[in-house]
């Protein structure tokens, strides 16, 4: 529970019985005598007032009044991914390689003669009571990230923070999730930051952190290479963190163990062991949003047009996992499967999928790139619209009730975020033209160019 969140509430709304509720939800966490949850409501709201309502133009934050819920970031919608596009505009131009203009899994940029690929991922958060599987996903979704760059995973991070009242074993449990993959694969963590949600703020048990990686590349294999001509192939998927929370929220606790293991990383490994990344436009990880997300990011990313075919795609989902989603009337199309997506020419596909193949790992030819826009999804013969939903499939109890549907006018919400993004970029270049004329020439102007660029 957010007790800084709650008490800003309580004191905008003028509620004279703040204290004594702000005292009443804290007894409902925490195990203390009545006197010291008052002193603690009482120091919460003190702290709360102290910055309700801050002037400062830097340090102030000024609302669009569109939440984060409202808008599906997270979701792997169409309204996440404009969020998306819109943290790139606020970043703004950075000279990398590649970088989050380009909506790619990771970033890229030069340094010593070689790509040096970087990626972050967040752990599922309704994981949080399943410490070692929210690791294990989340390092493997981590790797994946930089295989699908054309990279060379040479370390892991973490990061993991856990509320006021959470057992310390979820420190441990996570780190061995994570280790279990990194020991498999023989990437080693090497450092990561602990630390407690929101400080003596937040109390609860909730955990959340996020597992990076960086590698090294001699070729890339970014989505805006795809080309008309190319191929789609998609391999095996069981799902990760997706799918093991549909599997424990829907009581189907057996089909989690179908996710547990790593043979998106040893397809990779293979593309890497027989010299085939040179001959691969393009790949990504099927992941939030399924096949419908990646498709409209790379069609859009690329300038091209996908066309993908359902019976084939179909396939290619574990049968327990697929029976699970279908049977809950989930579309697997939405969510993640944790599939390796690879877009290259038709004359490499067989030698490409034979490697796959040979590390004991289902793949085949979904569909085709061709000249134009969009994505398409050929079922029986007909060709459909394969756009994403505002949401990403709903695949929990919870996801079901909040639905698929744009709250608001998809228009309206737009605006608004175009707006606060705009407030960010100029809030930004006061600060930077303010610090540059305090320290004048001890400050670098410009950002360092990174040279290079994607074959």
């Known amino acids: 529970m957010d007790l800084e969140g709650y008490a800003k509430r309580g004191l905008r709304k003028g509620d004279p019985a703040l204290l004594e509720k702000l005292a009443d939800r804290i007894l409902e966490i925490k195990g203390i005598p009545r006197e010291r949850a008052e002193k603690l409501a009482a120091a919460v709201i003190a702290e709360a007032k102290a910055t309700l309502d801050v002037k400062d133009d830097i340090i102030a934050l000024q609302p669009c009044g569109v939440t984060m819920g409202e808008l599906g970031v997270g979701s792997r919608g ?22 989050s203009s380009q909506m790619d899994d990771s970033g890229v940029v030069r340094a010593g ?15 949080s009571d399943f410490p070692f599987l929210a690791g294990f996903h989340v390092a493997r979704a981590s790797l994946r990230d930089l295989f699908v760059m054309g990279a060379r995973p040479v370390a892991l991070f973490s990061d993991i923070h856990v509320a006021d009242d959470g057992d310390v074993a979820k420190i441990f449990d996570y780190t061995a999730g994570i280790t279990t993959v990194s020991d498999l694969i023989g990437v080693p963590l090497v450092t990561g930051s602990t630390l407690r949600i929101g400080g003596d703020m937040v109390i609860g048990e909730r955990l959340t952190g996020c597992v990076g990686a960086v590698g090294v590349a001699e070729e ?11 191929v789609i192939m998609v391999s095996e998927g069981a799902g990760g963190g997706t799918v093991s929370t549909t599997a424990l929220y829907f009581g189907r606790h057996e089909v989690v163990d179908r996710t547990l293991n790593v043979k998106f990383l040893e397809a990779c490994q293979a593309l890497f062991e027989h010299g085939l990344i040179g001959k691969i436009h393009a790949m990504t990880d099927v992941t939030n949003g399924g096949i419908r997300g990646d498709a409209y990011e790379i069609a859009g990313t690329a300038g ?12 290619l989902v574990e ?19 944790d599939a390796l997506l690879i877009i290259a020419p038709r004359e490499h596909a067989e030698e490409i999928m034979r490697a796959v193949r040979g590390r004991g790992v289902a793949i085949d030819i979904v569909g085709e790139v061709t000249e134009g826009s969009g994505a398409y999804l050929i079922e029986r013969g007909v060709e459909r619209d394969f756009t994403p939903r505002f949401r990403e499939s709903a695949y929990t109890p ?27 970029i100029a809030k930004k270049e006061r600060m930077l033209a303010r610090i540059r004329a305090t320290e004048g020439n001890n400050v ?8 290079g660029k994607v074959k």
């Open 78 to 99: 169409r309204g996440d991914f404009y969020a998306h596009r819109k943290i790139a505009e606020v970043i703004g131009a950075t000279g990398a390689v590649c970088d």
């Open 113 to 127: 003669g070689k790509y040096v690929v970087v990626t972050v991922d967040g752990m599922h958060s309704r994981l």
């Open 220 to 230: 890339l294999t970014a989505r805006i290479q795809s080309r008309p001509g190319d």
């Open 304 to 315: 091209v047009r996908l066309a993908f075919h359902e019976e084939k795609l179909r396939k």
């Open 319 to 337: 049968p327990t996992v697929l029976q699970m989603l279908e049977s809950l009337k989930i579309d697997y199309l939405g969510v993640s499967l």
């Open 398 to 424: 919870v996801k079901k009730v909040v639905g698929e549907e744009t709250p608001m006018t998809f228009e309206e919400m737009q605006r608004k975020v175009d707006r606060a993004a705009l407030n960010a």
């Open 444 to 451: 670098a102007h410009d950002r360092p160019r990174a040279k």
